[in-house]
């Protein structure tokens, strides 16, 4: 068996995925023309995505994001993202979607949970791939729309909505203004996870964890700026959800096979790591890629991969009598 058959074949999670990021730009084209919208001019199609910061990143995944107006509109959307998953070998899958951005072009919340509902459906039962969604509050929208965003995600709750995320630019709006959003998730028995020192400062880690008392960490690269925290993580067995491909597009760190990537020097700390594609189409990935771009710049072994793979299981937010059947 090959690198590539071996890394489809073992069983393993998603869980940092965004719909919208996960739309193809033929997609995105299709989409934009059936709904009379414009798009930007193009040589390529690929020449759509074309970023190389998180802010500029953030704009296209926005301009994407406002081509999706009906229910099936989202359901296409997400029945490509959760199919590539599951060509990729996925088991299950946690993903995320911006329900801000469609608001504001007038799409109903309800509108987009048809579609989305029932692409998890069909998913299911074409491959076997069971998904759970988690609504992220764009931080940049602040506290109190942030409490709009959650009253609506739990007016609208079902099983397949699992948790809370948090995401867009960390660096001018940090963590702690989201203690009470968080703490409400909490009460209510969402799930929570929040993007952290991905471009901001390892603080925005431990105030994610002490503050919005977090399950997991999204990216968390810049953890590795302050020892005493990376200690503590690797004590906590606090879970963070790496993505190589958008390291290499929209952060500093361009050189996967560099000693000073972080993701490296994560591993190398002994921390809990998950493997998980972001935005796939956007950059040019899919799951199953981003573990082979481990393995062959971080030199991990057969071995290695599959404890990823079986971390990807436990940070889960699967129910444990299905995590052991799994295991
Ligand atoms: N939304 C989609 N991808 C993101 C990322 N890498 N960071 C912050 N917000 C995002
Ligand atoms: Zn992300």
Known sequence: MDLQEFIRSIPKTELHLHLEGAINPETFLKISRKNKLEVPQFKIVSDLYRYDNLLDFLKVYSMASRSVIDADDFHLITYEALQSCANS?????????????????????????????????????????????????????????????????????????????????????????????????????????????????????????????????????????????????????????????????????????????????????????VVAADDPPMFETDLANEYQLLATNMNLDAAALKTLALNSLEASWLDESVKRDWR
Request: hydrophobic share 40%; net charge negative; glycine share 8%.
């Open 89 to 273: 070998g996925a088991r299950y899958v946690e993903f995320f979607f911006s329900p801000h951005v469609h608001l504001e072009c007038g799409v109903a919340y309800q509108t987009m949970l048809a579609g989305i509902f029932r692409a998890m459906d069909d998913i299911e039962t074409d491959f076997g791939l069971i998904s759970k969604l988690i609504p992220a509050h764009n931080r940049e929208h602040g506290l109190e729309r942030g409490f709009e965003f959650l009253d609506m995600v739990l007016a609208h709750r079902t099983d397949k909505v699992i948790g809370i995320g948090l995401d867009f630019d960390e660096t001018p709006f940090p963590p702690a203004q989201f203690k009470p959003l968080f703490d409400r998730a909490r009460q209510a028995g969402l799930h929570r996870t929040a993007h952290a020192g991905e471009g901001g400062p390892a603080s925005n880690v431990r105030d994610s964890l002490d503050l919005l008392k977090v399950e997991r960490i999204d990216h968390g690269y810049r953890v590795m700026e302050d020892l005493d925290l990376v200690a503590r993580c690797r004590a906590d067995r606090t879970v963070f959800t790496i993505c190589p491909s958008s390291t290499v597009g929209v952060t500093i760190w361009r050189d996967l096979a560099a000693k000073d990537h972080p993701i490296r020097q994560m591993i190398e700390a002994g921390l809990t790591i």
